[in-house]
């Protein structure tokens, strides 16, 4: 089980930090994505983190604004999200895939195998 929580609404320029509780899974052998999806719009990859933590990767129209990191012991993947965008309003969802590999990070959503329930996130002008 996957349970997103952090979101809600924030002034353009604003900042919110996005956390994802893990359960019922062996958290460490997963890697960990982020995806949103706006109101009429497909899903979209936002960042994703490998098993360690040791490696992370980012949609081009977040890099430098948005960070994701993972604490194994507490099997929670956050989502650090600075100077938000009106357009990044959008229900913002965690997922989770087992890999062998370390290092590997997943891109695709169709890649991923749990999610959560999402949590919204509204960027006001």
């Known amino acids: 089980q996957l349970v997103e929580s952090g979101g809600g609404l924030v002034q353009a320029g604003g900042s919110l930090r996005l956390s994802c509780v893990v359960s019922?899974?062996?958290?460490?052998?997963?890697?960990m994505g982020w995806f949103r999806q706006a109101p009429g719009k497909e899903r979209e990859f936002v960042a994703g983190i490998t098993r360690s933590g040791g490696s992370t990767y980012y949609a081009d129209s977040v890099k430098g604004r948005f960070t994701t990191s993972r604490d194994n012991a507490k099997n929670t993947v956050y989502l650090q999200m600075n100077s938000l965008k009106p357009e990044e309003t959008a229900v913002y969802y965690c997922?989770?895939?087992?890999?062998?590999?370390?290092?590997?990070?997943?891109?695709?959503?169709?890649?991923?195998?749990?999610w959560g329930q999402g949590t919204q996130v509204t960027v006001s002008s």
């Open positions: 019922g899974l062996t958290f460490g052998t997963y890697a």
């Open positions: 997922a989770a895939r087992t890999t062998i590999i370390s290092s590997i990070v997943f891109m695709k959503g169709d890649e991923y195998t749990d």
